[in-house]
Structure formats: C-alpha cells, structure tokens
C-alpha cells in the first residue's frame, strides 16, 4: 500500500477535464514537501509533468496543470486528448521515511 | 541532450546478486545527486535509493536496506546499483534518475524531483 493514495482510474471523453487525487499525511505533503507528478505512457518511463506542485518543464502544454492544499494534492488535465491515455503518478517526500515516496498510480482512460 | 542508460539487468536465483549500471551523458554528472527506482511488473513506483554528487551521502528504501549499494564514478559519468541476496519481490524495472531539484531543511539536503528517467532495465529474481 503507498504512502500516498491515488485513484486507481479516471475516465473522461475527448475535450473533457479530469482531475487526479493524491492524499498524504503530516508527514509528507502535509509537513510542506512538494508534490510533483509524472506520466508514463505504455511501455515506456515515467516523465515528469509537474514540478514544485504546479510547474510545467518546458514541452508539458498547459493543459496539465497542479495544486497543493494542506495534505492533498491534485492534477488537473484539461481539453482531454487521446494520447493522454496513461498511468499518472504524484510524488514527494517523507519525513518519517526519510526518502521519496510515490502514489500507487491512476489510470487515465480517454473514452 | 541529456540521457541516462541502465544496464546489467537479467535473470538471476534467489539469493543471488547482480549490479546495475546508468551511464550518463548530456549534463555534468559530478553535480546532481542521482536516484534508483522500481517498478514491479504491473504494479507503481517505488524509490530504492539515492546518492549525493560527490557520494557522501547515502539513504535507501527500507526494503533494500543492507542487500543493495549505490555508488557513483564521476570520472565515468557513472552510477551503480549493486543488488545482493536477491528475492522475488525485487523482480522490477530498475530505472536510474536525475534528482533534478532539492531543498535544504536545518542543513540537510532533501532531494526533490526526478528528472529526467532512463529506459529502465528488467531484473528477475526466480529459480
């Protein structure tokens, strides 16, 4: 079980917006630590797609976007595509762990 | 442009080792901190480890702690993952990453974010 809790799916059709969950606890993203998130696409390697809770690399459209509230966090995809179908991941720290810490991962279906 | 590329992945018994390596290119090595992390067949991430630029510093995984080392050559543009006393429940994807961000809290250095990730190499732990 991860430390941090995550949908394990999402759905949307095409043009629609999704959001993703990720819940921590005091001693992750409700001590401060930053939540970032990636994307993997099947078969390949995670890439970052938000960091510092809702910074975009360059190349990320900005229909990706995060927040941050107290023990939560949340990605929001806007105007849904269809190569956005992926899994999606939060991450951060934790200070009781004393390392990184992921989601479990949600699958993002575009229907 | 910047690429990591692991190596050394394979089969190997139960109780046995193996060591992984990241070849780094495209950026100044001897600058980051780099990480390992995993990902079980079908199942999500989970960090192993990382290790400060110079090597001095070292944190790891519950799960790893005692059976796996990191390590770095600098000279090389090299990062390491030695794995000893293998179980099944290592059997992932083993992919080396850029700590691409930290912050320091009371003096000590908190790696952030991953940035960018490497192919990633198959490793399966079975009799």
């Known amino acids: 079980q991860s430390v941090l809790t995550q949908p394990p799916s999402v759905s949307g059709a095409p043009g629609q917006r999704v959001t993703i969950s990720c819940t921590g606890s005091?001693?992750?993203?409700?001590?401060?630590?930053?939540v970032h998130w990636y994307q993997q696409l099947p078969g390949t390697a995670p890439k970052l797609l938000i960091y510092?809770?809702?910074n975009r690399p360059s190349g990320v459209p900005d229909r990706f976007s995060g927040s941050k509230s107290g023990t939560s966090a949340s990605l929001a995809i806007t105007g849904l595509q269809a190569e956005d179908e992926a899994d999606y991941y939060c991450?951060?720290?934790?200070?009781?762990?004393?390392?990184?810490?992921f989601g479990g991962g949600t699958k993002l279906t575009v229907l | 442009q910047v690429q990591l590329v692991e190596s050394g992945g394979g089969l190997v018994k139960p109780g046995g080792s193996l060591r992984l390596s990241c070849a780094a290119s495209?950026?100044?090595?001897?600058?980051?901190?780099m990480s390992w992390i995993r990902q079980a067949p079908g199942k999500g991430l989970e960090w192993v480890s990382y290790?400060?630029?110079?090597?001095?510093?070292?944190y790891y995984a519950d799960s790893v702690k005692g059976r796996f080392t990191i390590s770095r050559d600098n000279a090389k543009n090299s990062l390491y993952l030695q794995m000893n006393s293998l179980r099944a429940e290592d059997t992932a994807v083993y992919y080396c990453?850029?700590?691409?961000?930290?912050?320091?809290?009371?003096?000590?250095?908190?790696?952030?974010?991953?940035?960018?990730w490497g192919q990633g190499t198959l490793v399966t732990v079975s009799s």
């Open positions: 290790i400060s630029s110079s090597g001095s510093t070292i």
């Open positions: 495209g950026f100044t090595f001897s600058d980051y901190y």
């Open positions: 991450q951060s720290y934790d200070s009781s762990l004393s390392g990184s810490i």
């Open positions: 990453a850029r700590v691409a961000g930290s912050i320091t809290i009371f003096g000590v250095v908190i790696p952030n974010w991953f940035d960018p």
């Open positions: 005091s001693s992750n993203i409700g001590a401060g630590f930053d």
């Open positions: 510092l809770n809702n």
